[in-house]
T-cell receptor
Framework: DTGVSQDPRHKITKRGQNVTFRCDPISEHNRLYWYRQTLGQGPEFLTYFQNEAQLEKSRLLSDRFSAERPKGSFSTLEIQRTEQGDSAMYLC?????????????FGEGSRLTVL | AQTVTQSQPEMSVQEAETVTLSCTYDTSESDYYLFWYKQPPSRQMILVIRQEAYKQQNATENRFSVNFQKAAKSFSLKISDSQLGDAAMYFCAYRRGNYQLIWGAGTKLIIKP
C-alpha cells in the first residue's frame, strides 16, 4: 500500500506526558500537512511542510507542539506536557505540487486521548 | 476571513434515492476552489469532487454532482442512486492560498437500506 500511513493509530496518555506521532506520506509527494480534528468538527490546519521546510504554522499550535520533517520524507508531530484539551484526532495529509489542485491524500489519523 | 458553513449536521436517505447536502461559504475573492471530501467511519478522508469558481459548469463525478451558485456563495452536493457505501461524514472545504483548506463542520449521511 502506497498511501499515507500514520503511527500510532491510537494513543492514550496521562496529562503531562509527551507524545509523538509519525506520518509517512506518499513517497513522491513533497508537501505534507498536519490537521487536528475534534468530534463533530472539520479538520483544523496545524502546519505545512514543503520538502523539509516548515512554511506555515497555525496559531493553534502552541509552544507545546512541534513538528519536523527531516530530509523531506516522514514527519513527526510532538506534543509536550499534554493537556486534556489536546484529545483529538491528528490527521496527516500529503500532496504533490506546486501547482496544488487542492486535493489532499489523508492518512487514517492518530487518535489521542489524554486522561 | 473565509468561512464555510454546513447547516445540516445529519441527513438520511433511502438507498437508491437522491440526497443533497448543503454548503455555503463566505469570501471576498473572485477566483477560488471548492471541494467536497468524504470521511467514512474509521477510514481516511478522500476527495469526492472539486469545483473551480471561474468555471460556470457544475462539476460531475459519476453519481456525484454539485450545484455551484457563485453569487449566492452556495455549493451543494447531490448524490444520486445512493448506495450503502456512501454512508460517511461529508465535508465542504474552501481552498485558501496555496496550501490551506478551510473546512465546514461536516454532515453525517445515513443510508437506509
Amino acid at each position: 500500500d502506497t498511501g499515507v500511513s500514520q503511527d500510532p493509530r491510537h494513543k492514550i496518555t496521562k496529562r503531562g506526558q509527551n507524545v509523538t506521532f509519525r506520518c509517512d506520506p506518499i513517497s513522491e509527494h513533497n508537501r505534507l500537512y498536519w490537521y487536528r480534528q475534534t468530534l463533530g468538527q472539520g479538520p483544523e490546519f496545524l502546519t505545512y511542510f514543503q520538502n523539509e521546510a516548515q512554511l506555515e504554522k497555525s496559531r493553534l499550535l502552541s509552544d507545546r507542539f512541534s513538528a519536523e520533517r527531516p530530509k523531506g520524507s516522514f514527519s513527526t508531530l510532538e506534543i509536550q506536557r499534554t493537556e486534556q484539551g489536546d484529545s483529538a484526532m491528528y490527521l496527516c495529509a500529503s500532496s504533490p505540487g506546486p501547482p496544488w489542485t487542492g486535493e489532499l491524500f489523508f492518512g487514517e489519523g492518530s487518535r489521542l486521548t489524554v486522561l | 476571513a473565509q468561512t464555510v458553513t454546513q447547516s445540516q449536521p445529519e441527513m438520511s436517505v433511502q438507498e437508491a434515492e437522491t440526497v443533497t447536502l448543503s454548503c455555503t461559504y463566505d469570501t471576498s475573492e473572485s477566483d477560488y476552489y471548492l471541494f467536497w471530501y468524504k470521511q467514512p467511519p474509521s477510514r481516511q478522508m478522500i476527495l469526492v469532487i472539486r469545483q473551480e469558481a471561474y468555471k460556470q459548469q457544475n462539476a460531475t463525478e459519476n453519481r456525484f454532482s454539485v450545484n455551484f451558485q457563485k453569487a449566492a456563495k452556495s455549493f451543494s452536493l447531490k448524490i444520486s442512486d445512493s448506495q450503502l457505501g456512501d454512508a460517511a461524514m461529508y465535508f465542504c472545504a474552501y481552498r485558501r492560498g496555496n496550501y490551506q483548506l478551510i473546512w465546514g463542520a461536516g454532515t453525517k449521511l445515513i443510508i437506509k437500506p
